[in-house]
T-cell receptor, first 116, second 113 residues
Framework: AQTVTQSQPEMSVQEAETVTLSCTYD???????LFWYKQPPSRQMILVIR??????QNATENRFSVNFQKAAKSFSLKISDSQLGDTAMYFC?????????????FGTGTRLQVTL | DAEITQSPRHKITETGRQVTLACHQT?????MFWYRQDLGHGLRLIHY???????NKGEVSDGYSVSRSNTEDLPLTLESAASSQTSVYFC????????????FGPGTRLLVL
């Protein structure tokens, strides 16, 4: 079975600091996509960043970047210069089979609190 | 602007009643999905569709059904609501060309008494 594991149920970071959320997954596929979604208190699911497994370069989106280690099946999210608006649940997601993202399996999430 | 909407946003129903949750997207996406979100479980896939007349079961499909009669809509029906189906339900869509992002609706909070 394809699985996604987020081992940090809760994390806290001070404003302007950097925090890294971890995610590991299991797959026998070679080409696939990985996603980080953010769910703020409004409950809306918002895409943060996407990584294509065949690309060597780690994806970046402004203050958000990933550390993708394919051999280790690790996909961590780094948030730089944390802001109060980053307070949210963060979910790692991964398509269970095949090279498309047509279905996603989600981790159980990491609740991030950004404090003053 | 294109969007994905869900209705109702909140619903309270009684055990044994049939309930239908609506999902409508205006992106003309081929793929549509229904997830439920419960504490400690993240989001779990209930049903999904890759196009009109196509429906498939996800990992937690028991007690739920969907139908896809057009591109825009994928209603989710709880045939006989149970307390275990109290949850937050999310609809999502994606273009269907492979590797693309899923876009989520705002969610429906369902309480089964």
């Amino acid at each position: 079975a394809q699985t996604v594991t987020q081992s940090q149920p809760e994390m806290s970071v001070q404003e302007a600091e950097t925090v890294t959320l971890s995610c590991t997954y299991d797959t026998s596929e070679n080409n696939y996509y990985l996603f980080w979604y953010k769910q703020p208190p409004s409950r809306q699911m918002i895409l943060v960043i996407r990584q294509e497994a065949y690309k060597q370069q780690n994806a970046t989106e402004n203050r958000f970047s990933v550390n993708f280690q394919k051999a280790a099946k690790s996909f961590s999210l780094k948030i730089s210069d944390s802001q109060l608006g980053d307070t949210a649940m963060y979910f790692c997601a991964f398509p269970p089979k095949g090279g498309t993202a047509s279905k996603l399996t989600f981790g159980t999430g990491t609740r991030l609190q950004v404090t003053l | 602007d294109a969007e994905i909407t869900q209705s109702p946003r909140h619903k309270i129903t009684e055990t044994g009643r049939q309930v239908t949750l609506a999902c409508h997207q205006t992106w003309n996406h081929n793929n549509m999905f229904w997830y439920r979100q419960d504490l400690g479980h993240g989001l779990r896939l209930i049903h999904y569709s890759y196009g009109v007349q196509d429906t498939n079961k996800g990992e937690v499909s028991d007690g739920y059904s969907v139908s896809r009669s057009n591109t825009e809509d994928l209603p989710l029906t709880l045939e006989s609501a149970a307390s275990s189906q109290t949850s937050v339900y999310f609809c999502a869509s994606s273009p269907g060309t492979g590797g693309e992002t899923q876009y989520f609706g705002p969610g429906t909070r369902l309480l089964v008494l």
